[in-house]
């Protein structure tokens, strides 16, 4: 309605300016350059109004060429990235199905229709890790570093690349370097533990339990158990220098996180002897062998007091039968040490026991072994510590009895 209103007030106006110029023709005189030319005042007028539609026509021309040329290298462009795109769903599935020709094929394809975009990066890193073209792949992964977006990508393949080659540091600064943005993965922290807990940097890699992204990316169980392990490793470590003192408190912290409970009393109590302090650890020990009756443990309690004789630890052992005296390691502890004080009675009466068929394989080996040390030693009787022995063997081949860790995953968790 606006359009029309303002239509018809153009043309009043326009007829209204025809209709002046009629009225008043006028005289219009134009020189320049020496050339004169007279003409009325309607005449210029429509000259001129015919100057500007001709104007008018022509930018609209230029437009329209413009516009179809602009169609025609969209469409073109369209075209390339058409064909960019579906060469780079290729190479990606090309690479997921280990048709390594095949992906270089496209990875090569799509940077030439796509150039610089960032997905050829990925599909040239790819590609490349799949051949194991190590340099290629670094340039690639170089390259995604200069992209907020696909740092992580790069770190991770050079990272893993670094630490391939053996190069510890570079893989560890990579792995720094992606735990330090705001949205740290998983991978940079485990990768940072592997690569510190390999070398026994153990300080290092408390540290690295410490920080937000291992609480973030383990339980809180997991987590303690780590952190237990790292702690007990450098108390090992402070143990094996001397500082007996440093690896009692490394223990106790240990003790305290409850990852590993046997083997963070264990090594407390040795840290604690070798300070002279074994009897203050006596009743930690103690106190553990009500929950964990445990070989390590007895083993620690053994050498909790330097330069006690057999027979005085023999009394001391009774601490731990008042304690649980049925259980299979309390009969073993006590069994050992009467041994060690030719308490031969004492030892045959808590070993025979334990060599029953029902009892576990792993106990019954054991007891056997020690049954073999009681003959031999006792009545020397070499036939009968042979067959003892040979118990001990079958027991341990049998299918059910206790082994070693055998994989990786195994030995995390003992």
Known sequence: MLRLIFYIAGLALLVSA?????????TVVLEWRGWRVDTSASALVALFIAAVLLVAFLLRALAIVSGVISAVSAARQQRRLNRGLASLADGFAAVQSGQTSAARRFAKEAASLLQSNPAVL????????????????????????????????????????AASEGDTVGALNLAKRAMAR???PAWAIEMALDLTIASSQWHEALAFAETKIAR??????????????????????????????????????????GGAPVA?????????????????????????WETYPHADLAAAYRVLIPGETALDYA???????????????????????SLDAELWGQARNRLVPLTAENVEPDVRARAACLMADVETREH???????????MALEARREPDGKRGPRTVSELAKA
């Open 122 to 161: 990925m599909l040239r890193k790819e590609a490349a890790e799949l051949v194991g073209d190590m340099k290629e792949m670094k340039e690639a992964a170089t390259a995604l570093l200069e992209r907020p977006q696909t740092e992580l990508a790069g770190l991770r393949s050079l990272a893993v690349k």
């Open 264 to 288: 963070a009393t264990a090594t407390y109590a040795r840290a604690m002897a070798a300070q002279g302090k074994g009897r203050k650890a006596a009743h930690l020990v103690e106190k553990m």
């Open 182 to 184: 705001k949205d740290p």
């Open 216 to 257: 973030d990316n383990f339980s809180n169980e997991d987590l303690q158990r780590i952190k237990t392990r790292l702690l007990l490793q450098q108390a090992q470590m402070e143990m094996k220098s001397g500082d007996s003192q440093s690896a009692a408190s490394l223990a106790r912290q240990a003790i305290d996180l």
């Open 315 to 337: 009394r001391r052992v009774d601490n731990l039968t008042r304690i649980d005296p049925d259980h299979p390691e309390t009969r073993l502890a006590v069994a050992r040490a």
């Open 18 to 26: 025809s209709v002046w110029l009629a009225d008043e023709p006028g």
């Open 380 to 390: 020397g009787d070499s036939e009968k510590a042979a067959e003892w022995l040979q």
